[in-house]
């Protein structure tokens, strides 16, 4: 027997290993929120620069000697500029001192010069004849060594050779698919020539020529989406789109406005893709138009307005994205970018009449040629203009679409269209993913946790629960991949079937349980709390019974084919990899989680509660429900959220089990897109601090918010739910 000195050691070595385990625990839970925080703050630091606005800084300033500027372009790499003259002059020079690297004599002096739409380093140029011709710019890289050179040249595209289209106070040029055309417009005539088989190094072939009188002289002609469609401008704001089908026999398509007769217009140009024309007037704004096709036909609609300020005199279009800049009257520059609506920048330039400026195919220079001969050049800060709050979340209307709608699409097949990162349809199919699995699997869980816990016999209890958590071991791959390639098909080939389940299995069960009412209660006694595998038989024969009857039902009901009734009668169409089934395989995974926490909260009713319920008089189900149920709703309501979060981040059952569609449709027969499974498709193939890597990380934080924000709710529903019922 311990003296009184070995009691007081006993309890000091308590006492040290109650403050040590204290201090550990505490450590680890710190060790856990550091952890959290760090992941929160590193996904924010990923995510914050596309909401950094835009910034302009004046550059380098290169003297090129006295010239009239036509075009002034820089290369691919921003190393080497171009310097189109009036004089015939094609100068080449250093982006990085001003130095000159070569220069071309074109022959002969030219009126006019523009780069062509959707191409890099090929130019029309004009003589003041009338006649045209093309060029190519080419930058080749050398190395001498480890010296690297470029050494630039200038050539004709198809031989050296003018092409006459006569007089013409407006010309653009469309390049491609093998065609070059021509769409000149003199005085009321419009006349396009278009030749064939056009291949770069080898002369033009005998052109086709067509001619259209016009119902009115027009300022501006520029060609539509791939040579499709033909726009003319006039300066007073008139308006006609003509279809070049057989472009030799133009055909008007539509014929409007763009600005009042009494205010016209002061700049136009065409945005990249040319769907869309970008429409400066009187009032210091810039309004995109673009066509739309409604029932009556197609349609130029205006689409956003852009406030400038001051009446705008140049509209300079990006080269590779719907980006754009404004000079204005008052000489300051401006940068705008259409799908998000952004007004990002805005910058005096320097002084000095401006004849010419572009931007570079990075975005991120801005050169702007000046009376005097010199070229400013301009430093332009701006990564990610096509992100806002209404790009993010709400309807967009991008070229091309009838209407606004919530897309993601984060790649495109050509420069026409752009990326779209809705981040509405990942939403949106993140809960109704997690919705369906829920609706399957809280019923089954709970109702399953209250048998095993309050009536089901000990023995068979230290069977199933060891079981069913075994179960939340099983890789959701596993689950994923049985999901799509065994129980889509199945679904699809036994629909009316899988739906009849719903009223076989219960007016089966009911049958059976009446029948076993009926039956002595000598007979019955014997197998209490073994009811659960009793059933058993009773849910495999309701699900044949459903399957042998499924074929004559869908005869009878569905006219033969349940898919098409479904769709002709309710609007609902099936894909083969839905939210039904991404339901049942997600609720087959968050079954176990639910279940085991909400059977030990059951389990866990103190016995005095019951008995004392019990000994008052009180039925087992009474007791059930006012006492057990009530004091373990702490636990079941927390089972219900863990089992939540659960569902809204899984990834792999997801990805597997549909088919990745970003719809916003609450139908259970179609598929969805969650964040989760387009982080694990996506994130591997974006491209490092791109957009769409960085909005895939925001993808990701809006995930974690998403969870954060329904922990918080359940711990505090939780609370509340202890405090009620815990002096139970």
Same mark, same amino acid.
């Given at each position: ?55 302009? *800084? ?14 002034? $372009?820089?290369?691919?790499? *921003? ?38 739409? &959707?191409?890099?380093? =090929? ?7 009338? *006649? ?7 930058? !080749? ?71 259209? $009188? ?45 600005? !009042?007769? &009494? ?48 009446? #705008? ?5 990006? #080269? ?82 009838? *209407? ?20 509405? !349809? ?16 809280? !019923? ?50 036994? =629909? ?36 659960? =595998? ?148 996506? =994130?591997? $193939?974006? $491209? ?41």
């Amino acid at each position: 027997m311990a003296g009184p000195s070995g009691r007081s050691q006993l309890a000091t070595s308590r006492r040290v290993i109650n403050v040590v385990t204290a201090r550990v625990v505490a450590l680890g839970g710190a060790a856990v929120i550091a952890a959290i925080a760090l992941i929160f703050f590193y996904l924010l630091w990923v995510v914050a620069p596309i909401f950094v606005g835009a910034d302009i *800084e004046t550059g380098q300033r290169y003297d090129l000697g006295p010239a009239t500027t036509l075009l002034v $372009e820089a290369n691919e790499s *921003e190393e080497v500029g171009l310097r189109i003259t009036a004089a015939g002059q094609a100068e080449f020079f250093d982006l990085a001192d001003g130095q000159p690297r070569g220069s071309t004599d074109l022959g002969r002096p030219l009126a006019t010069a523009q780069a062509l739409a &959707d191409h890099t380093g =090929l130019y029309m140029i004009q003589d003041e004849a009338g *006649e045209i011709s093309l060029l190519q710019a080419s930058f !080749p890289v050398s190395f001498d060594g480890d010296t690297r050179a470029i050494t630039p040249t200038l050539s004709f595209a198809f031989e050296e050779e003018w092409l006459d289209v006569g007089a013409a106070e407006a010309v653009d040029v469309f390049y491609g698919n093998f065609r070059v055309m021509i769409a000149s417009i003199s005085g009321r005539s419009l006349t396009i020539h278009e030749y064939r088989d056009a291949e770069p190094g080898f002369a033009l072939e005998r052109p086709r020529r067509g001619t259209l $009188e016009l119902r009115r002289q027009y300022d501006h002609v520029f060609f539509g989406p791939r040579g499709q469609w033909l726009y003319l401008v006039s300066d007073g704001g008139a308006v006609e789109v003509l279809e070049l089908t057989r472009p030799t026999a133009p055909t008007e398509l539509y014929l409007g406005r763009v600005a !009042p007769p &009494d205010q016209g217009i002061t700049a136009v140009a065409p945005l990249l893709g040319r769907y869309s024309l970008l429409v400066g007037d009187q009032r210091g704004g810039v309004r995109q138009w673009f066509m739309i096709r409604t029932d009556l036909g197609h349609r130029l609609e205006p689409i956003r307005n852009f406030d400038v300020g001051s009446p #705008p005199k140049r509209i300079i279009p990006e #080269p590779r994205r719907k980006g754009f800049a404004v000079v204005d009257r008052a000489d300051r520059v401006h940068l705008f970018y259409t799908t998000s609506q952004r007004h990002l920048a805005t910058h005096d330039l320097a002084e000095g009449e401006l004849l010419g400026a572009s931007i570079a195919p990075r975005s991120d220079m801005l050169l702007a040629a000046l009376a005097d001969g010199s070229v400013q050049s301009y430093k332009l800060e701006n990564e990610h203009p096509e992100i806002s709050w209404s790009t993010l979340w709400s309807k967009v209307w991008y070229e091309g679409y009838p *209407e606004p709608v919530y897309s993601w699409q984060s790649s495109s097949a050509g420069n026409d269209f752009e990326p779209k990162f809705s981040l509405a !349809p990942l939403m949106f199919g993140t809960l109704k993913g997690a919705f369906y699995a829920m609706l399957f699997a809280v !019923p089954i869980a709970i109702m399953g946790a209250i048998y095993t816990a309050y009536f089901m016999a000990p023995a068979m209890r230290r069977i199933v629960k060891p079981g069913i958590e075994i179960m939340a071991a099983l890789p959701t791959v596993i689950l994923g991949f049985l999901a799509g390639l065994w129980l889509a098909p199945l679904i699809e080939a036994n =629909l009316t079937a899988v739906l009849s389940i719903l009223l076989v299995m219960p007016a089966g069960t009911l049958l059976a349980a009446w029948v076993w009412s009926r039956l002595p209660d000598r007979a019955t006694r014997r197998f209490q709390g073994w009811y659960g =595998l009793l059933v058993l038989p009773v849910i495999i024969g309701t699900v044949a019974v459903a399957f042998a009857i499924g074929p004559w039902l869908e005869m009878q009901l569905f006219g033969g084919n349940t898919r098409t009734w479904l769709l002709d009668n309710l609007g609902l169409d099936y894909d083969q990899r839905n939210a039904l089934v991404v339901g049942l395989a997600m609720g087959l995974a968050v079954i176990p989680t639910i279940f085991s926490i909400a059977e030990d909260a059951i389990y866990g009713v103190p016995t005095h509660l019951i008995s004392g319920s019990l000994a008052l008089g009180a039925t087992p189900w009474q007791t059930l429900v006012r006492v057990v149920i009530l004091t373990a709703s702490p636990g079941i309501f927390s089972a219900i959220m863990i089992g939540l979060g659960r569902a809204v981040g899984e990834t792999m059952i997801v990805l597997m089990a549909t088919g990745n569609t970003p719809v916003m449709d609450l139908n259970i027969f179609e598929g969805m897109r969650t964040f989760a499974a387009n982080i694990a498709v996506e =994130l591997p $193939e974006s $491209e490092v601090n791109s957009t769409h890597y960085r909005i895939l990380f925001l993808a990701a934080l809006v995930l974690f918010m998403l969870t954060f924000v329904f922990n918080t709710a359940a711990e505090l529903v939780r609370q509340r739910l202890r405090t009620r019922y815990g002096n139970l």
